[in-house]
């Protein structure tokens, strides 16, 4: 289960930052920077954080609303114009610098990332492969992240009905791709996705 170990060992300010949304075949990938305060968060929250993708959605709303509570908390988000020009890697990691820049004023002393790539930020950052499984404060990031952006395409959903983003949220679901088929391409699908880019006019597959 993560813990603080790291952000203890470092000292100072931390920020936990990870992102949802990197696979699916449309919306905006997001991220999120949090900053655990243990003195202002109950010690059941800590020890019941994991990484997003363990928890029910259920489980995943309740410990989102415990961290608006108790944590620093900035949310960055790369729409996508930004993941087609940029590439997603790198729409990432500029959603996870806004994600930063959304704690407001209070400096960071250190960043704590998932994975092996680092944004560019004004501290320093440390990668973690699976850090979201390691680091309180990245799983913390992954939930909010993940709700963050749930909530996001369940609104998209509304606005357009029959590809069940309420329920897919924009991943390559075999019901997703009928309706791409069926309805076309959406301004919120990723045209540098190639499932996406088979269903555009002029589509030569190279």
Same mark, same amino acid.
């Given at each position: 289960?993560? #813990?603080? *170990?790291?952000?203890?060992?470092?000292?100072?300010?931390?920020?936990?930052? #990870?992102?949802?949304?990197?696979?699916?075949?449309?919306? =905006?990938?997001?991220?999120?920077?949090?900053?655990? #305060?243990?003195?202002?968060?109950?010690?059941?929250?800590?020890?019941?954080? @994991?990484?997003?993708?363990k928890l029910?959605? $259920?489980?995943?709303?309740?410990?989102?609303?415990?961290? +608006?509570?108790?944590?620093?908390?900035?949310?960055?988000?790369?729409?996508?114009?930004?993941i087609d020009?940029?590439?997603?890697?790198?729409?990432?990691?500029?959603?996870?610098?806004?994600?930063?820049?959304?704690?407001?004023?209070?400096?960071v002393d250190?960043?704590?990332? @998932?994975?092996?790539?680092?944004?560019?930020?004004?501290?320093?950052?440390?990668?973690?492969?699976?850090?979201?499984?390691?680091?309180?404060? *990245?799983?913390?990031?992954?939930?909010?992240?993940?709700?963050?952006? @749930?909530?996001?395409? +369940?609104?998209?959903?509304?606005?357009?009905?029959?590809?069940?983003?309420?329920?897919?949220?924009?991943?390559?679901?075999?019901?997703?791709?009928?309706?791409?088929?069926?309805?076309?391409?959406?301004?919120?699908? $990723?045209?540098?996705?190639? =499932?996406?880019?088979?269903?555009?006019?002029?589509?030569?597959?190279?």
């Amino acid at each position: 289960m993560p #813990d603080l *170990i790291l952000e203890q060992r470092l000292g100072g300010r931390v920020v936990g930052i #990870d992102e949802a949304g990197r696979g699916p075949w449309a919306g =905006p990938v997001v991220a999120a920077a949090v900053v655990l #305060d243990p003195l202002h968060l109950p010690a059941t929250v800590l020890a019941a954080l @994991d990484d997003s993708k363990k928890l029910s959605p $259920r489980r995943r709303e309740a410990l989102y609303a415990a961290l +608006q509570e108790g944590a620093g908390m900035g949310i960055g988000l790369a729409e996508v114009a930004e993941i087609d020009s940029l590439n997603i890697l790198r729409a990432t990691l500029l959603a996870m610098a806004r994600a930063v820049a959304g704690l407001g004023s209070a400096a960071v002393d250190h960043a704590l990332v @998932d994975g092996n790539q680092a944004p560019l930020l004004a501290c320093p950052v440390t990668t973690v492969v699976g850090g979201d499984g390691i680091s309180a404060s *990245i799983a913390a990031a992954s939930i909010v992240a993940k709700v963050t952006r @749930d909530r996001l395409m +369940q609104r998209l959903a509304l606005e357009y009905p029959g590809y069940g983003w309420e329920t897919n949220k924009g991943y390559g679901t075999p019901a997703h791709r009928a309706a791409l088929a069926r309805l076309g391409v959406t301004p919120h699908h $990723r045209r540098s996705f190639a =499932p996406v880019a088979a269903h555009l006019p002029g589509y030569l597959g190279l």
